[in-house]
T-cell receptor, first 110, second 118 residues
Framework: KNQVEQSPQSLIILEGKNCTLQCNYTVSPFSNLRWYKQDTGRGPVSLTIMTFSENTKSNGRYTATLDADTKQSSLHITASQLSDSASYICVVSADNDMRFGAGTRLTVKP | DSGVTQTPKHLITATGQRVTLRCSPRSGDLSVYWYQQSLDQGLQFLIQYYNGEERAKGNILERFSAQQFPDLHSELNLSSLELGDSALYFC?????????????????FGAGSRLTVL
């Protein structure tokens, strides 16, 4: 069954600290993996997208990694800012299927 | 502005009523997706259209229906509304593979329509 599991469910960190969010998937055959940031009450916004051959992709302070063998991805946020407080959603695509993780809710506190 | 336009932004209605949510996709995108997000829940895929035809169906209730018109805008119709239908409804669009875009179905989301059923 195609599934996407994200952990932790929620996370609280202090401003300036780093954090890593995890995404494990069983979607097959794998096409691509995307991380989205969703501010409360807003639509998700794409952060990174990786295909099978890519194992890391950066977007400013956001760095996503992908291990297609173990079917794991992580999103690393460095030097967190208050504006990073949001839900981060992992989306994995197969050929004609797109699966969303439940998201990790990140809170950055001053 | 993501380029995906959703109307209305907010809607309050009563149980048993019917509402229509509208979505205009980003210019050039042929696919439209509808998602439901209840309070503090993840995005639930409802339905996808590609160039006017239904492409994929998710957890969409029989009381809900959608269509995509020749100009590619889409409407989501919600009928016999229940309290549990209160949620954010997001529309997203994507460019088809091989058109010079990412070719990887990157979704561009609208700002959502917040439906409150009283």
């Amino acid at each position: 069954k195609n599934q996407v599991e994200q952990s932790p469910q929620s996370l609280i960190i202090l401003e300036g600290k780093n954090c890593t969010l995890q995404c494990n998937y069983t979607v097959s055959p794998f096409s691509n993996l995307r991380w989205y940031k969703q501010d409360t009450g807003r639509g998700p916004v794409s952060l990174t997208i990786m295909t099978f051959s890519e194992n890391t992709k950066s977007n400013g302070r956001y760095t996503a990694t992908l291990d297609a063998d173990t079917k794991q991805s992580s999103l690393h946020i460095t030097a967190s800012q208050l504006s990073d407080s949001a839900s981060y959603i992992c989306v994995v695509s197969a050929d004609n299927d797109m699966r969303f993780g439940a998201g990790t809710r990140l809170t950055v506190k001053p | 502005d993501s380029g995906v336009t959703q109307t209305p932004k907010h809607l309050i209605t009563a149980t048993g009523q019917r509402v229509t949510l509208r979505c205009s996709p980003r210019s050039g995108d042929l696919s439209v997706y509808w998602y439901q997000q209840s309070l503090d829940q993840g995005l639930q895929f409802l339905i996808q259209y590609y160039n006017g035809e239904e492409r994929a169906k998710g957890n969409i209730l029989e009381r809900f229906s959608a269509q995509q018109f020749p100009d590619l805008h889409s409407e989501l119709n919600l009928s016999s509304l229940e309290l549990g239908d209160s949620a954010l409804y997001f529309c997203a669009s994507s460019d088809p593979p091989g058109t010079g875009g990412s070719g990887a179905n990157v979704l561009t989301f609208g700002a959502g329509s917040r439906l409150t059923v009283l």
